[in-house]
């Protein structure tokens, strides 16, 4: 990732976490998570929570990192988990630091990450901690620096005297909504909110916000003003692929669509295929096949021109993906089989083997469950001869699934903790959490509920760590079923009323699906709390 872009990088630590977790337990975390997403609108990863208690996440808008900052502490010590006095806040020391990335995993969490940014943050949070202290800038530039380094220790004073409920009214303030609407949505009178906001720092807040910005976005523009647009155009293909990531598909296709322009400016054909097949991608996700093999069959069309064969495999393998999800299996095959004829012309052993493993699915899908395990043997086989650990897994994992279709649990459960310990070791966190939730199900499935909750609660919690909210939901659904087939009604209510107030809003379809499967429950077993659960379907 070394774009010579500069990013913000933001490292910090909760202050009073490890008390409140021994009451609030499992609903602090998703407090944090959240808190952390909502003011990581422009991360280009979301944020990571490692050690329990400490964050890290990076904006790819250095010049908003310090209000980001802002709004992360007057959440939490607006939050109901403060209590009036300081001691007592739940609050975060924050280092800010600017800068370029010199190295960012694509798979794996920030906190693989290198560089400038990195550097200017990680070990300024240990400082604080040594200088009492809870925020720190730390930029390319020593000038800003200095004059910061005042700025944080004002922020230090005014938050140490502010009450949760002045944090409150001050948050929506910086938000840009008026005192009428603060009082409205609060639920207090307009002179209350008033007094509130009065009673804080709020002019000299918004001054600091403004001349940090001010300061930032000139020094970028000093230094964007060099770039050229091939490195833009990068840039934006990995903007897109965040937001497809987390699942923000409109974003995703738009950041897509200016990466494609550029690249089609400046004549550059192989940013122009990399660009439309990763629109094809975001359209096959959002159930718009005809326009996702429209994208792909141009991305093939360029990758042919200019040569480029391991492009050329992989778009025919994601056009083999599109007519699986649309059940033209017979398609799906010949696709697939034209990418691994050319993986296996270039050498491409993982091309090979991912190829091989999706003949599976083909096959799994199709109940042809004999075949679904030969290919699936032989993708694992290469995987295992070429040291794809990640593939050998992942393998591993699906073997587990086609005996779990079968109702073989025992046999389906040995290799999802073959499937299990390889995650772990790599550090794999998505693989972990799904096969912990495959193993849940397959616990499930044999009535063996309270292990079936157990393993839940670990695929939960690493969901919500690495922010995999559509996860989460599915995890949710069965866990609240789990209960329910225990005749704990009133905990399936809690869970499944949570899930609904938490992502009723989601504008990804999945989600509202297991939103509606929520509320459907609920009212069931308000109204016949012996009925017996729906259980979740085993996902293949």
């Known amino acids: 990732m070394a774009d010579g872009w500069i990013y913000g990088v933001l490292t910090g630590d909760l202050i009073r976490s490890t008390t409140l977790k021994k009451e609030y337990g499992d609903e602090l975390i998703a407090f944090i998570r959240d808190t952390l997403d909502n003011a990581g609108k422009d991360n280009i990863k979301p944020y990571s929570i490692f050690r329990g208690d400490s964050f890290q996440g990076i904006t790819r808008n250095p010049e908003n990192a310090l209000e980001d900052t802002i709004f992360i502490r007057l959440a939490l010590i607006s939050s109901k988990y403060s209590r009036n006095i300081k001691e007592e806040h ?13 190295y960012l995993s694509e798979k794996y969490s920030v906190g693989e990450g290198d560089g400038e940014a990195f550097r200017n943050s990680g070990p300024e949070l240990d400082k604080l901690k040594t200088d009492n202290k809870k925020l720190v800038i730390k930029t390319p530039w020593d000038e800003i620096n200095e004059e910061f380094e005042i700025h944080c220790a004002f922020f230090d004073r005014s938050f140490d005297l502010i009450t949760p409920k002045q944090a409150e009214a001050l948050f929506y303030y910086l938000k840009g909504f008026t005192q009428q609407e603060i ?170 083997a991912s190829t091989l493993h999706q003949i599976g699915r083909v096959y799994q899908n199709t109940n042809q469950l004999e075949e679904a395990i030969e290919y699936y043997n032989k993708s694992l086989e290469i995987a295992k001869e070429i040291g794809n650990r990640n593939g050998e897994a992942t393998t591993l994992h699906q073997i587990g699934r086609v005996y ?85 009604h009133d905990k399936a209510i809690e869970i499944f009323t949570d899930l609904i107030e938490r992502f009723g809003k989601s504008e990804n379809p999945e989600i509202l699906e297991s939103v509606s499967i929520a509320q459907s429950q609920v009212s069931e077993m308000k109204k016949e709390p012996k009925t017996a659960m729906l259980k979740p379907p085993c996902r293949v």
């Open 90 to 102: 739940l609050d975060a020391r924050i280092a800010i630091g600017i800068g370029t990335i010199d």
């Open 404 to 488: 779990q279709l079968t109702n073989q649990f025992e046999e389906a459960i040995e290799y999802y903790n073959k499937s299990l310990k390889i995650a772990k070791e790599i550090g794999n966190r998505t693989l972990e959490a799904m096969t912990l939730h495959q193993i849940g199900l397959a616990y499930q499935n044999t009535n063996r509920l309270e292990e079936a909750i157990e393993y839940y609660k670990k695929s939960l919690s690493i969901k919500q760590e690495i922010g995999d909210r559509k996860g989460e939901v599915e995890i949710l659904i069965a866990t609240g079923s789990a209960h329910k087939d225990l005749n704990q």
């Open 183 to 352: 009082a409205k949505k609060l639920g207090k009178s307009q002179s209350a909110i008033s007094n509130r906001i009065k009673n804080t720092d709020y002019h000299i807040i918004e001054k600091i916000i403004a001349t940090y910005k001010k300061k930032i976005q000139e020094e970028l523009n000093i230094k964007r003003h060099f770039k050229d647009k091939g490195s833009e155009a990068k840039w934006l293909l990995d903007v897109g692929k965040t937001y497809f990531e987390r699942f923000n598909y409109r974003e995703a296709l738009s950041n897509f669509e200016k990466s494609l322009k550029m690249a089609r400016e400046i004549g550059d054909r192989s940013k122009e295929a990399q660009a439309l097949h990763q629109i094809g991608m975001v359209h096959q996700l959002t159930n718009h096949f005809e326009q996702a093999l429209e994208s792909y069959k141009k991305s093939l069309e360029i990758a042919r021109g200019i040569g480029n064969r391991k492009m050329e495999a992989g778009t025919l393998h994601q056009i083999g993906m599109a007519h699986q999800d649309t059940n033209q299996f017979k398609e799906a095959i010949e696709y697939y089989k034209k990418s691994l004829k050319i993986a296996k012309e270039i050498g491409s052993r993982n091309g090979e």
